[in-house]
């Protein structure tokens, strides 16, 4: 009985934390602004606009509404514990243990939606992943990562797109650029901006030597449908090439993919991912106007630091989290200090609970 109070008790303490960090009254007015929106027939001219607004909305109704049905369910629980004597109190312990689990989900899940307070956590994220220091190994390494976060886009149901991929010569690759697209792209995988540091002992060396490799990860946010950058032509160099693959009927014989190069700022982008050299140069240019907005936001160094960070090499001295499959196994995130010791469910795509541990830390930090 003690337990049960003592639980509900704790449910509504952490109910009450979410709820004072939420504007309820300003919640219901930007729904209510955005429902009035949707309602306007300009709105639809634009597709891709409406969708967008219609997508937002519903996340903060169901936000809301998540609140108040979580709120009014621990109240009446907090009523009925209060009042009930040791006998009822047993029998709603045992006839509410599923709802209660249920709360305690919901619960979590709202101090998870409360980390996403960053201006474009709602955007895809595109990933750029490289191999760094460690020759053939840091290529393998890059590919592990690059699966890693696959799989994960995988079991959340998010869309992937490889837009490029540069195979290494003996294996795995030398770079890729990824599009995830699904609800808080962005806002989950920004922080895993940095070097990635691997050791183990390499399949690569004959004496199975104990090895360490880097693979350089860079997130930014996909801004493809919510600005309008204006490119001069005469600034652009438009390169088509044949798509790099391993070889068969994996490589294309035309020249379909497309590198731009934006002479002014120095920025190349590469797509090879469809068949059509339109098709490559039209994704090309909506990356491009991405890293070019991403660009123009880094001149303000608050916003440098939280999209994209200050640059660094793959190497030594700059990781942001270590795997080691050996002489343990174990990841740990250098910034918040969490670690998991099943290295392989991690690399499979299990990282949830790590993206949302630097989540709350970054939040920390910002108060």
Do not use: C
Not at 78 to 99: G, H, R, V
Not at 140 to 158: E, P, V
Not at 333 to 353: F, K, M, P
């Amino acid at each position: 009985m003690v337990d049960f109070k003592r639980k509900i008790q704790d449910l509504r303490i952490s109910m009450s934390e979410i709820i004072s960090m939420v504007d309820l009254e300003e919640l219901k007015n930007e729904i209510n602004s955005l429902e009035e929106k949707s309602q306007s027939p300009d709105l639809w001219k634009d597709g891709k606009k409406g969708s967008k607004l219609m997508t937002i909305l519903a996340n903060k109704k169901s936000f809301y509404k998540n609140i108040d049905q979580l709120n009014s369910s621990l109240e009446t629980y907090f009523q009925l514990s209060q009042e009930a004597n040791q006998e009822d109190i047993s029998i709603l312990e045992k006839d509410s243990k599923e709802d209660i689990e249920s709360i305690e989900i919901g619960v979590e899940a709202l101090k998870t939606e409360l980390q996403f307070s960053g201006e474009y956590d709602n955007f895809d994220a595109l990933i750029t992943v490289s191999g760094g220091a460690g020759g053939v190994d840091a290529q393998d390494w890059a590919s592990m990562i690059l699966r890693m976060y696959l799989r994960w886009a995988d079991k959340r149901k998010f869309n992937v797109d490889l837009l490029t991929n540069s195979p290494g010569e003996e294996a795995g690759i030398k770079s890729a650029l990824i599009r995830i697209k699904g609800e808080k792209a962005f806002g989950f995988l920004k922080g895993e901006k940095g070097v990635h540091r691997l050791v183990r002992l390499s399949p690569f060396n004959s004496a199975n030597l104990r090895h360490t490799s880097f693979a350089l990860v860079e997130v930014i946010p996909d801004f493809q449908d919510s600005v309008d950058v204006e490119i001069n032509n005469d600034d652009l160099k438009i390169e088509a090439f044949k798509a790099s693959g391993a070889g068969g009927q994996s490589v294309q014989k035309n020249s379909s993919a497309v590198r731009l190069t934006h002479r002014p700022s120095g920025i190349v982008v590469s797509v090879q991912n469809e068949r059509s050299q339109s098709q490559n140069k039209n994704i090309a240019m909506q990356l491009l106007k991405s890293r070019l907005v991403d660009l123009e936001m880094q001149k303000n160094k608050e916003k440098e630091d939280e999209l994209k960070g200050e640059f660094v090499s793959a190497e030594w001295g700059n990781q942001v989290r270590s795997y080691v499959l050996h002489p343990y196994t174990l990841v740990k995130d250098v910034r918040t200090g969490y670690e998991v010791a099943d290295v392989n469910s991690v690399l499979d795509g299990d990282i949830d609970q790590i993206l949302v541990e630097f989540l709350r830390f970054s939040k920390k930090s910002l108060n």
